[in-house]
């Protein structure tokens, strides 16, 4: 470490009230595998949502696997009755709030007292929100995952994760970081603290873009429902009010009458949007995505195909003169 690695580190910590530190790894998947692998051993039992960002899983089913660890998924909106779920080999539950590619808001004060009562230690991944739009430690959450490759560094050219935690979990993150060799570069501290600086105004544009191009697709006739947490066709939707601050720039929606081919020609025909998996960044992205070949707890029903948005930082009237384009294409490819 030296002082740049250090100021970021404290940066984070202090923007989750009740932490007592913040351990920075090279991306947020390490993040998500380092502090699975703090927190359980061999013989081990843990819960994720059904929501869950397919590499979350795919490290749980295959990796932990290997480790004699076992992975149970729950479904996102189980609330208080995850208890129903627990068994003696129980020893972490991964949340991730909204859920990846669905959006779904998940019950984390109550899944974290019901953790709790039991000594199960609870782990959100909360790239979405941030701790700017949800402080995840103040919900009883034990350790607070976020990819900082998202938001955070928020210019898309910097990999980083960041995982803040109270006291009792901070000695063995901070050991087990150090023994796999987590370290991230001075270069990249700096630039992740320099997007820390601007994370309030970018995420609050973010938020008015996306509402607003959120509402523009609702009203659109050849879009189905919009997977946006503000909005009222998401599953969850009263929990957000509850418990956020906000909201950020990513969301999906289903496109009624269309199948594979005009979903295609959708994405295709937009100039403003680019195709890309990661996101967070200030450039618009949109993404063909089918949830329902990452679920084994619950079924995804498609009623039409999905797409994922980012909503970056250009202005949003250019954005759904883009997505007005995209829909003449899409109706030219329909079946
Ligand atoms: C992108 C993402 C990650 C992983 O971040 P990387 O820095 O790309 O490894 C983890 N969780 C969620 C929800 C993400 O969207």
């Given at each position: 470490g030296s002082p740049t690695q250090w100021s970021l580190a404290e940066a984070l910590t202090e923007m989750?009230?009740?932490?007592?530190g913040t351990m920075l790894y090279p991306s947020g998947v390490a993040a998500i595998s380092c502090s699975l692998l703090a927190v359980l051993n061999p013989g081990d039992e843990i819960l994720l949502t059904d929501s869950s960002y397919d590499p979350s899983r795919s490290f749980a089913d295959a990796f932990l696997k290997r480790m004699g660890i076992t992975a149970r998924y729950y479904d996102p909106m189980i609330g208080a009755d995850i208890t129903g779920l627990f068994g003696p080999k129980t020893k972490a539950v991964l949340m991730e709030s909204?859920?990846?590619?669905?959006?779904e808001i998940q019950d984390v004060p109550a899944i974290c007292k019901a953790a709790r009562a039991a000594s199960i230690v609870t782990l959100l991944d909360n790239t979405w929100a941030t701790s700017r739009f949800f402080p995840a430690l103040e919900h009883g959450v034990d350790i607070a995952i976020t990819?900082?490759?998202?938001?955070?560094?928020?210019?898309?050219d910097v990999m980083m994760g960041a995982v803040t935690t109270h006291s009792s979990y901070w000695t063995r993150l901070r050991r087990t970081a150090q023994q796999l060799g987590q370290v991230v570069s001075p270069d990249d501290a700096y630039l992740a603290g320099r997007g820390l600086r601007t994370l309030d105004v970018r995420l609050r544009q973010h938020e008015a873009s996306a509402l607003k191009v959120a509402h523009w697709l609702k009203g659109r006739?050849?879009?189905?429902?919009?997977?946006?947490?503000?909005?009222?066709?998401?599953?969850?939707h009263e929990i957000w009010k509850r418990d956020f601050k906000g909201s950020s720039g990513l969301f999906s929606f289903e496109l009624?009458?269309?199948?594979d081919k005009s979903r295609a020609a959708f994405i295709d025909a937009l100039s403003l949007f680019g195709i890309g998996y990661s996101w967070g960044g200030f450039e618009s992205l949109a993404l063909p995505v089918d949830?329902?070949?990452?679920?084994?707890a619950t079924e995804w029903i498609d009623k039409g195909p999905l797409v994922r948005l980012n909503i970056g930082l250009e202005d949003p009237e250019d954005l759904i003169a883009d997505l007005a384009k995209g829909f003449e294409h899409y109706h030219s490819a329909q079946p």
């Open positions: 989750e009230p009740g932490a007592a909204p859920g990846s590619l669905t959006f990819a900082a490759t998202k938001y955070i560094v928020g210019h898309s006739p050849e879009v189905g429902r919009v997977f946006h947490p503000a909005l009222p066709d998401c599953p969850g009624s009458d269309g199948d949830p329902g070949k990452f679920r084994s």
